[in-house]
């Protein structure tokens, strides 16, 4: 099936379908393939929170008991997270081989007639002689110079599973078996989150990244950075001020405990409706692309800097490298356009002062086969890669590249680090939290070095 310009496999396309269907709450997805794993926590209640501008939406998932006052408040008094984690997914399986090109091994080459990166061309990667940077992915390879990427060139797990929709499962929810139905970031805010702060866990795409999914915790999902107001039923001039009455109403004085925090709510209130509403008409200190995953960072950069009470956020990297067929050119077009972006975002850290707050990791649910196939693609494979990227990542390789010479027993690249140790990492070094207890047999992982000391 032909889907934005390249040829997806029936896999891929199902598992979006599965994703956008009909739930019950807190029940996951109904069982629509025999055997096909439930996606975790995409089947949590769902209201609306706020819906009056043309821009941002925003839905709240996972507290459909609480009145949606006392989530404006919520978010209003959160505290501010020290530390903020944002996971950026390459859908479909990208190909680590070429965004990390093995040039200098000797079967690389013979496996990749046609799609072989040039020797010359692209960046060295300086960890490893024998890759280099794909050009496309020069924003990686100029922050990796700086000693800001953590990179991990054959990640993956045992026994890999070549099913993009049951691979993508065991990554969202932090193990290599069904029946999870909690993502791992989203057992992470059921653990250290409150009540009534749904930003705590904000997913970046329209709606709920299963990584996000919680037991009982409020996450939301916006499908733009734009604009923000709350809704009311008077109109123009009225609610103006309406709006001005409560500020006012916020500030005078308290006689009584319970007026005191009636006077606090409204003044949290209204404090949310300017603090986000500049939100909307948010300017950046650096330049970004002209492009939609651009601008969705761009407001993410905002929002923390705004003090918006964000702990972890989940956005899709644009396009899909789910390449069977006419690899090279869209591989190239969504690799650049997600680089130049992320360079654009660490940049804008930098500038905002809000560098050492933040770490950006990337993956995708697997690698693609080391030799291409007829159509002048790759079809999928096991062992993939993943990046950490911020001021405060360690900055180096993470399990060797393994080589060409000695594939697994199906011909593919074989792992050489686990996602659940990249994730045991994220959890104990940046976000400072035990990984036991969010990752099952997590005392079983190495923890590698992740975060700057």
């Known amino acids: 099936m032909s889907r934005g310009g390249h040829n997806h496999c029936g896999d891929y396309t199902r598992s979006q379908l599965f994703r956008t269907a009909a739930a019950q709450a807190g029940a996951g997805l109904p069982a629509i393939e025999p055997g096909a794993p439930d996606p975790a926590g995409t089947g949590l209640t769902r209201r609306s929170f706020i819906s009056r501008s043309a821009g941002m939406a925003l839905a709240v998932y996972g507290a459909s008991k609480l009145p949606l006052a006392a989530f404006e408040e919520g978010i209003a008094h959160a505290d501010v997270a020290d530390r903020i984690l944002v996971s950026v997914f390459f859908d479909g399986g990208i190909d680590s ?3 990390l090109a093995p040039v200098g091994d000797s079967r690389y080459a013979s496996l990749r007639p046609t ?6 061309a692209g960046t060295a990667f300086s960890e490893d002689p024998r890759m280099r940077w794909h050009p496309a992915a ?3 390879a100029t922050l990796h110079a700086e000693g800001k990427v953590s990179t991990f060139p054959a990640i993956g797990y045992t026994d890999p599973n070549q099913s993009h929709f049951t691979s993508r499962h065991y990554y969202e929810i932090g193990e290599v078996s069904i029946g999870h139905r909690t993502g791992w970031l989203g057992r992470y805010i059921d653990s250290v989150g409150d009540d009534e702060n749904p930003m705590q866990g904000l997913s970046m795409d329209g709606s709920l990244s299963p990584m996000l999914a919680t037991a009982d915790r409020p996450v939301a999902a916006i499908d733009s950075v734009d604009g923000y107001d709350l809704w009311s039923s008077v109109g123009d001039p009225i609610e103006q001020d309406m709006y001005d009455t409560f500020e006012r109403m916020g500030s005078m004085p308290s006689d009584t405990p319970a007026l005191a925090q009636v006077r606090r709510a409204t003044a949290q209130t209204e404090k949310l409706r300017q603090d986000l509403g500049g939100v909307g008409t948010f300017t950046s200190p650096v330049a970004y ?4 995953f651009a601008h969705q960072l761009a407001g993410l950069a905002a929002f923390i800097q705004f003090g918006l009470p964000i702990r972890v956020a989940t956005i899709r990297a644009p396009g899909g490298y789910d390449t ?3 690899q090279a050119g869209d591989l190239e ?3 650049r356009e997600t680089c130049e972006a992320l360079l654009a975002f660490q940049r804008d850290l930098e500038a905002r002062n809000l560098a050492d707050r933040v770490l950006t990791e990337v993956w995708s649910e697997f690698g693609r086969r080391p030799e291409e196939n007829g159509s002048r693609g790759t079809d999928h494979g096991a062992a993939g890669l993943a990046f950490v990227v911020g001021t405060r990542a360690q900055g180096q390789m993470v399990g060797e590249f393994p080589g060409l010479s000695t594939l697994d027993p199906r011909g593919n690249l074989r792992a050489t680090s686990d996602f659940r140790s990249m994730y045991c990492s994220l959890l104990e070094q940046w976000l400072g939290h035990d990984a036991d207890g969010i990752i099952p047999g997590a005392s079983a992982f190495t923890r ?4 700057k000391p």
């Not at 590698?448 to 975060?451: D, E, G, I």
Request: glycine residues 8%.
């Open 289 to 292: 692309p002209n492009t939609d």
């Open 448 to 451: 590698p070095l992740l975060v």
């Open 97 to 99: 081989l070429s965004v």
């Open 324 to 326: 069977h067929s006419a």
């Open 115 to 120: 799609l072989a990166l040039p020797a010359g």
């Open 333 to 335: 077009r969504n690799l």
């Open 138 to 140: 020069a924003g990686l």
